[in-house]
Each structure stands twice: as structure tokens, then as C-alpha cells.
């Protein structure tokens, strides 16, 4: 894995490496070097099998955190590549070329987080959402509980404990 | 001889264009749109597919999925870790175990704890029993989708069985939540293995009649070989992994690839075939079935009898995990499982995002699967893909 890291560190500008696991590590690449870098994992060090891309969203930093985690089914272990891209203006290029499955993945992004990806095939259908005219819903700024009084009726509820302070009654009743 | 014939002259048909993309002409009266779902029996749970056809031949398909989304994942993201369990679990329906085994591996990981050896043997048990009871749905239902009903019901009742022992060992039939982070929640009752093992034998006979029933019937047999073939160079191309990968000639299991909780000490093989039709697919899981039987019976031979079964852990409601990320995947019955999980320090996770294989066999595979396939084959081709629409829309 080392190795690896090693072997990337001269073709492309790679940060805050960290191997989580033997099988896993986390690189963070520059956002215009990203596809390329996956391009360059994919055809020439057998990370054939595309498992995964994720958003974390860092609000407080005013930034996206894309993953795209790799597989190496030969070797058996995984790369996941970080990229970060302004929140405010989220655009990133699309990969869909490399891996079928990454036009949903781009399509749920574009959905979910408000994330761009120009050239991503039905990128602006609806996926999961229909006539949403909110702010995308998975951004940390969404506050789920507020839309919801303010979208549907208010509605009788049985009366029900804080979980917080009913767990605490159950499993530390002496703290 | 094919009971259903697929037209060879394709000039009549619509031709994809320079992008791939196919030219249907709706207006010119050639073609019918059909949606199939979502309240049809022919799906696998609640999503839709919108057909369109030349005849009984599907020209373009799209998967449109939005039925259920219940929003797990940003929920998670406003609740303590602990509390996250009970969320997490109703991400799959079919086989929630193994989300409690990767959200469980994943608050482990991150917060330095290692879990006990009991607990290892316990967990293996109990993602070997939910893959058994989601593989006795799944086998017959193939059948099924060939009006071949009786495999179905003589499934329900065997699934039920192992739903008893859950229900025995966990208290509940469908959500267990045995597994809790930095363990399992007890032991195996007092002749447990004694009420499984005679499950087991049932279960033997049902594979056996099941093998006579479906692979040795002149009708599946006609309506499954050679239908929705999907070629080796699909697999890494979109993602597929597990059984249908497996009947595509790739050896993918992440029981043995990537060996977890106690798999590196079970005697097993996965079987591995060479043409993914219709017919293999089924076979395929057909085949993890009896290896499933196999490895429960090693597993309560192999396991300690006592032993510490939860290992210590901070109070639940103060439990805060440094900043971190990890990605876990287990192997459930339809292929890999995986769980990205982000921490802030705080006491809640900044981010959870569940992998499942569904999410690319029910869209991008289905899609491109669907073309030139025939009317009536759709839901024979979607159970043969094993879909499961709540790990999409998580």
C-alpha cells in the first residue's frame, strides 16, 4: 500500500494520505487531477472494480469532500480518493465514462447535495426526489424536523419520553 | 426451441444514435409505454420500470425508484451513535444484519475497539442465518416468476423456521439488533444448536426438492437458459459483484477475499460458474444455499461454548469518536455490503453511506439488460438480479 502511495506521489500532487486498514487507504487528490488520477488506477494498477462515490458535506469549512472509492480485486485492498470542491459553486467533471454506475451516483449527488457534473447522462431527472423545490436535502444547512412542521399539518402524537433521557433512566439510572 | 422469438431483422426496430442513445419515435404508433410497478407482483418491492416496447420486445427501459425513500442516512447523521442502530438496520428489509454488521464494524473501527472472540462466532452465526432465511426467499422466488408457486410457499414455511430461531436468539423475528457496538447483546440459548440443527434438516430436504423442483423442469429450465446473459466484460464495467458475478465465472466474495468476524476459519468455497444467465444466476445462489447450511452447522461445531461476549464501551450517550472515516463491507446474499462512515469528533456520525449491490444491479445493469428482452421475462430478470429498492433510496 505504501508502495502505491509512493508510486502516485510522482505523477500526481496527493495529500494526507492515511492507511485506515492493510486493505485501505484515503488519499486526498487536487480536484483537476482527480479523474485522471482514477483513470490512471483503473488502467494501470487494476483497481478494476468502482465501489463507491460519496459527498461529505463541511459546512463549516464551506467545502464538499467527494470519495470515490476504488477496488483492486486482485491485490484485495481499496483506495479511496478524496476531493474537495467549493460548496458554493459544487462542480466537479463527470466520470461517468469509466464506470457505469457512476451516472447514478452523479445523478443522486446532483439530487441530494446540489452538486454539478456537466455532461453526466440524465443528470437533471429526478432520481429519488419528485418536484423538489427546497434546498437539496442531504446538505447539513437542511433542517429535516422544521420542514417538516412546515410542510405538512400539525398532527395529534401520543405522548412520548426525550430517548435521551429515557436511555439514561434505563442504563444509568444512578448518574 | 424458444417459446418466445426474438425478431432477428432489427431494420424495423429503433437505432441508437451516434451517443447511444435510442430514437423512438413515440408518435409514429410502432411503440407502447408500460410501466411495470410499482404495485405490480412482478417487481421486487416497491419501484417501477418504465418500458417501452416494439411488440412484446423492450426497446428502452428506465428504473425509476422514489417509492420509499425514508431518508436513513441524514437521520443518522442527527442521531447519537447508539441510537443510529435501530436506523440503520431498516436500510435493507431483506437481510438487515448485515447493516448491523457493518454499522456496528464501522463505530468499532473508528473508536479502537476489538470485539471479543464469542461475539466474532455469534455474529458469524447470525449473518450466516440472515443469509439463509434472504437465499429461501430468493431460490424459489425465482420459480415464482415462472408461475411456478409451489417452491414458493414450501419456502415461506422454511424461512419461517429460521425466523423461529431468531426470534428464539434475538427476541425478534425480522429486526434482531443482537449485534450492538463492541459486541453481541448474549449467548446462545440453552439447546439452541439442538433446535437448529433439526431446522437444518428440513432445510436439507428443501434444497433437494427445490433442486428437482425448478433445475430439472423442462419450463424454467426453457424460460432461463440463455435469457439476459450478462457477458464477463459487464462485471467490472458496472460494478456487479456476488452471485451474479460468480455465475459470470468471477471468484468475488468477500467471505474469502476479504475475511471477517470468523470466516477465515470456516471450510468453504463459493461456487463459481461461467455463463450468467437467467438459469446460472438462480443455480448460483442455488449452490450458497448449501454452502449457507454448511457453514452454520461449522460454525455452532466451531464456536466456544462460553466466553465474554461484549467488550467494554464508553457511556452510549457521551460516545464520541475522533475524527476519522472508514469504509466496511461484509458479504450479504446479494454480494457485497458496504458502509462508508465519516466521524467529526462529535457524538453523531457526520456522514453514513450505504454500498449495496441492488444500487447498480435495479438501475444501470437492469437498463441496459432489459433491451431486447421480452415482455414477459422482465420480473424473472429483476429477481435473477436479486433487486432490493430500500438499499437505493437509503
Known amino acids: 500500500m505504501e508502495n502505491l502511495i509512493e508510486k502516485l506521489k510522482n505523477i500526481f500532487e496527493i495529500k494526507d494520505a492515511v492507511i485506515q486498514r492493510p486493505d485501505l487507504c484515503f488519499a486526498t487528490a487536487k480536484k483537476e487531477q482527480t479523474i485522471s488520477l482514477i483513470t490512471h488506477?483503473?488502467?494501470?494498477?487494476?483497481?478494476?472494480?468502482?465501489v463507491l462515490l460519496s459527498v461529505v458535506d463541511w459546512i463549516e469549512d464551506k467545502q464538499f469532500q467527494l470519495t470515490y472509492f476504488l477496488n483492486n480485486p486482485t491485490q484485495k485492498y481499496d483506495v479511496a480518493i478524496r476531493c474537495i470542491i467549493d460548496r458554493e459553486e459544487a462542480t466537479m467533471t463527470s466520470a461517468h465514462h469509466l464506470w457505469k454506475q457512476i451516472a447514478t451516483y452523479q445523478r443522486e449527488l446532483k439530487e441530494m447535495y446540489g452538486i454539478e457534473f456537466p455532461g453526466s447522462p440524465r443528470l437533471n431527472e429526478s432520481f429519488i426526489l419528485e418536484g423538489w423545490d427546497n434546498i437539496p436535502p442531504m446538505r447539513r444547512d437542511f433542517d429535516t424536523k422544521k420542514y417538516a412542521e412546515e410542510t405538512f399539518f400539525p398532527r395529534e402524537r401520543p405522548a412520548t419520553n426525550d430517548p435521551a433521557e429515557y436511555m439514561k433512566s434505563k442504563l444509568y439510572p444512578d448518574e | 426451441m424458444s417459446f418466445f422469438k426474438i425478431e432477428t431483422d432489427r431494420s424495423k426496430y429503433p437505432q441508437r444514435d451516434?451517443?447511444?442513445?435510442?430514437?423512438?419515435?413515440l408518435d409514429s404508433g410502432k411503440y407502447v409505454k408500460l410501466w411495470q410497478g410499482p404495485n405490480h407482483p412482478g417487481v421486487t418491492g416497491n419501484m417501477s420500470i418504465e418500458l417501452t416496447l416494439a411488440g412484446d420486445e423492450i426497446v428502452e427501459a428506465k428504473t425509476h425508484v422514489g417509492y420509499l425513500h425514508r431518508g436513513f442516512?441524514?437521520?443518522?447523521?442527527?442521531?447519537?451513535?447508539?441510537?443510529?442502530?435501530?436506523?440503520?438496520?431498516?436500510?435493507?428489509?431483506?437481510?438487515?444484519?448485515s447493516n448491523e454488521y457493518v454499522y456496528c464494524a464501522c463505530v468499532e473501527e473508528l473508536s479502537g475497539i476489538e470485539i471479543p472472540e464469542m461475539a466474532k462466532w455469534i455474529r458469524t452465526l447470525i449473518l450466516e442465518m440472515a443469509r439463509l432465511q434472504a437465499l429461501l426467499r430468493v431460490v424459489p422466488g425465482q420459480g415464482g416468476t415462472f408461475a411456478l408457486g409451489v417452491g414458493v410457499q414450501w419456502g415461506v414455511?422454511?424461512?419461517?423456521?429460521?425466523?423461529?430461531?431468531?426470534?428464539e436468539l434475538t427476541g425478534a423475528?425480522?429486526?434482531?439488533?443482537?449485534?450492538?457496538?463492541g459486541g453481541v447483546r448474549g449467548l446462545l440459548p440453552e439447546g439452541f444448536k439442538k433446535r437448529m440443527e433439526e431446522n437444518l434438516k428440513e432445510i436439507d430436504r428443501f434444497i433437494d426438492r427445490i433442486d428437482n423442483l425448478m433445475y430439472n423442469n423442462a419450463v424454467f429450465k426453457?424460460?432461463?437458459i440463455d435469457v439476459a446473459v450478462i457477458p464477463p466484460s459487464w462485471i467490472d464495467k458496472y460494478g456487479i459483484v456476488g452471485p451474479v458475478a460468480r455465475s459470470a465465472g468471477f471468484k468475488r466474495d468477500v467471505r474469502k477475499d476479504y475475511p471477517y468476524l470468523a470466516y477465515d476459519q470456516l471450510d468453504f468455497e463459493p461456487k463459481v460458474m461461467n455463463h450468467s444467465d437467467i438459469y446460472n444466476r438462480s443455480r448460483t445462489r442455488w449452490h450458497d444455499l448449501i454452502t449457507t447450511v454448511d457453514l452454520i452447522r461449522q460454525i455452532m461445531a466451531k464456536m466456544p461454548e462460553k466466553g465474554v461476549f461484549k467488550a467494554e464501551t464508553p457511556n452510549v450517550l457521551h460516545w464520541q469518536i475522533p475524527r476519522g472515516e472508514t469504509y466496511v463491507r461484509s458479504e450479504a446474499s446479494r454480494g457485497e455490503y458496504g458502509l462508508y462512515m465519516v466521524t467529526d469528533g462529535s457524538d453523531k456520525p457526520r456522514r453514513i453511506n450505504l454500498r449495496g449491490p441492488s444500487y447498480n444491479n435495479a438501475i444501470a445493469v437492469l437498463e441496459d439488460l432489459l433491451v431486447g428482452?421480452?415482455?414477459?421475462d422482465v420480473a424473472a430478470i429483476m429477481v435473477s438480479l436479486q433487486t432490493c429498492p430500500p438499499e437505493i433510496e437509503r
Open chain 1, 41 to 50: 488506477l483503473r488502467d494501470y494498477e487494476g483497481f478494476s472494480h468502482f
Open chain 2, 18 to 25: 451516434a451517443e447511444g442513445k435510442m430514437q423512438i419515435d
Open chain 2, 73 to 97: 442516512e441524514k437521520l443518522i447523521e442527527r442521531r447519537l451513535f447508539i441510537q443510529g442502530m435501530q436506523t440503520s438496520i431498516r436500510m435493507c428489509v431483506a437481510e438487515p444484519d
Open chain 2, 157 to 167: 414455511y422454511m424461512r419461517e423456521l429460521i425466523l423461529d430461531r431468531f426470534e
Open chain 2, 173 to 181: 423475528r425480522i429486526y434482531h439488533m443482537f449485534m450492538t457496538p
Open chain 2, 222 to 224: 426453457k424460460r432461463s
Open chain 2, 373 to 376: 428482452a421480452n415482455i414477459a
